[in-house]
């Protein structure tokens, strides 16, 4: 069984309705370590050695973020700074994540219209997450989709956020089975396009 780590960043989790929701859900998974950033360094000083464990210890590595300016929380960003490391997570002898599985999971506020060339952002989320995905290439990690939540704002008065927690719970216990092949999923642009969820999608 592959064992997930789940980077949770919110700095204001106070006014969260989806990814509070979605933290909350894979705390009680079995198989799932959830690891809430700010409430783990409020001062923003990283553990690199206690974070280098972690990623050691498990299969899966998930940023579960809203999406702030076209990328993470503040805290994430100052995360890889200090955790990937020369020597550890690229570079001579920086093999350790390599293999891993990688991706985000994110709200964003507009519409899944929006997040395309001719919408208001120009650009697909995975074409804005690129930085990520580049990390993951430089980090030898195998780079996912995102698994979005759209139109976010909107969701909870919609009743759209106990289904997406659903699927969120049925792709982590699909990740959690060594049998699944990333590969299968690495091309699309939303791990919520993703076959799993087809029969739901059907049903909705």
């Known amino acids: 069984m592959r064992k997930i780590l789940v980077l949770f960043a919110h700095p204001a989790q106070g006014r ?12 009680e998974l079995d198989g799932v370590t959830l690891v809430d950033l700010y409430a783990e360094y409020p001062d923003y000083f990283i553990n690199a050695d206690r974070e280098q464990q972690r990623l050691l210890d498990h299969d ?16 994430l960003k100052e995360w890889q700074d200090i955790v990937l490391e020369y020597g ?15 991706f985000s999971a994110l709200s964003a506020g507009g519409s899944r219209e929006a997040y395309m060339e001719t919408g208001k952002n120009h650009f697909t989320l995975r074409e ?3 930085p990520l995905e580049q990390t993951a290439d430089l980090c030898q990690l195998v780079y996912l989709p995102p698994f979005a939540l759209f139109s976010s704002r909107r969701a909870y008065e919609e009743k759209r956020v106990r289904g997406h927690a659903e699927r ?5 216990e699909r990740l959690k089975d060594e049998h699944f092949d990333p590969e299968g999923v690495r091309h699309l642009e939303l791990l919520n396009d993703a076959p799993i969820f087809s029969e739901e999608t059907e049903r909705m």
Do not use: C
Request: charged letters at 15%; hydrophobic letters at 50%; zero cysteines.
């Open 168 to 172: 969120w719970l049925e792709l982590l």
């Open 88 to 102: 550890f997570a690229y570079g001579e002898g920086g093999n350790s994540l390599k293999g891993k599985l990688f």
């Open 128 to 130: 804005l997450l690129q």
């Open 16 to 27: 969260s309705e989806v990814n509070i929701e979605l933290a909350r859900a894979a705390h």
């Open 60 to 75: 899966v590595i998930i940023f579960l973020h809203p999406f702030y300016w076209y990328s993470t929380p503040a805290i």
